[in-house]
């Protein structure tokens, strides 16, 4: 594969804050952490990174979104997850790319998968990544999803958390899902903000509320679609992790259970089991970045252990280490926390122990 292809990654854009949690100041220095559990060394697997390729965002005239981005070597970033105590970083690319046409999307994806299946091979010690699929023609994507796995070794596949307007759960993607389930892939879902709501202004103002608010709650509303539309009762094979905890869908999903019951008219065909035993059942797993020991403990106490995998959201700073957040959490055995850590990651993702 050609070097032009090269990738960047999201570099720190907003450096000031980051330094005060770990993600933006010089860790050229700094020690590499190695966590400890039992007398035992883990390896620790960020299930949520994000890198882009510049080359590809070039074909259809994406901007930049930060100068932050370009990156034109990793010390940075390694130095930061050496800080952190992050053995592996899982990279993921945010769709940018859904209402480009079937041409300029293959070549969007063609460029960046391989750029990513490149870098990773420099360090396989240090990264792995989820592949790219241009969802908007579901076809292509099938077609992306098959060369991926038996051409460029990948384990995974990221999408947004909707494609140019249409559910995740719409059955044109039909297609998509099922290469998914027949390879095995773990599929990453990202959100990429409720745009809809934002012309309506309830978004605007002060709080960033467009992200802060807008992407967990477009990751619930993707996650309640596939539940309730059939996605993940056509797909049992289906593994999808869901950023950012899974959005707001772990913390109220008895409400889901309940509507079943309220109002029974309006639900529709019924999923096959209740909404809640969707967490649990092995399709979906959720990423630590909820951001407090007892928002994490409820997450596992509604989900299971096995469902959960570390995230940072590298370079962006909303966490402090994630290590930390689970060696702090209360109630978790030692086998707990290590699956947490990195185990369950390195089953899905095939990273060698």
């Not at 091979?121 to 908007?136: E, G, K, N």
């Not at 002060?206 to 802060?212: A, F, I």
């Not at 096959?272 to 997450?299: C, M, N, S, W």
């Amino acid at each position: 594969m050609s070097n032009q292809s090269g990738i960047a990654f999201t570099h720190c854009a907003f450096t000031a804050a980051a330094a005060e949690q770990g993600h933006g100041h010089d860790h050229t220095h700094a020690r590499r952490r190695e966590v400890v559990i039992a007398g035992k060394r883990v390896k620790t697997v960020d299930i949520h990174a994000h890198c882009c390729v510049p080359q590809a965002m070039a074909v259809i005239k994406h901007p930049l979104e930060a100068p932050g981005l370009l990156m034109e070597d990793t010390s940075t970033r390694i130095a930061a997850m050496d800080s952190q105590g992050i053995d592996v970083e899982c990279l993921s690319i945010n769709p940018y790319w859904y209402k480009a046409g079937k041409d300029e999307a293959a070549e969007v994806i063609r460029l960046q998968n391989e750029a990513l299946v490149e870098f990773c091979a420099r360090r396989p010690d240090r990264f792995v990544a989820f592949a790219t699929a241009a969802l908007q023609h579901p076809e292509l994507a099938a077609e992306q999803v098959e060369h991926a796995v038996k051409k460029l070794g990948f384990r995974g596949v990221s999408v947004g958390g909707s494609v140019a307007g249409l559910e995740l759960a719409d059955k044109k993607f039909n297609p998509f899902w099922a290469k998914c389930e027949e390879h095995g892939l773990l599929v990453f879902l990202h959100p990429t903000g409720t745009r809809e709501l934002e012309p309506s202004g309830r978004l605007g103002g002060s709080g960033l509320l467009t992200n802060t608010i807008g992407n967990p709650l477009e990751t619930t509303i993707a996650l309640s679609h596939l539940i309730f539309e059939g996605t993940l009762d056509r797909f049992p094979g289906l593994k999808i992790c869901a950023a950012h905890g899974g959005g707001y869908f772990g913390s109220y999903a008895n409400r889901s259970d309940a509507v079943i019951k309220t109002f029974p008219n309006r639900v529709g065909p019924l999923p096959k089991k209740k909404p809640t035993a969707y967490l649990r059942d092995g399709q979906l797993f959720f990423d630590t970045i909820v951001f407090t020991p007892e928002a994490l403990r409820h997450l596992i106490a509604e989900s299971g252990v096995g469902q959960i995998m570390i995230g940072t959201d590298y370079p962006f700073p909303w966490t402090s280490t994630e290590v930390d957040l689970v060696l702090s959490t209360p109630g978790l055995s030692d086998d707990d926390r290590i699956a947490i850590l990195g185990g369950t990651a390195q089953t899905l993702m095939g990273i060698k122990p």
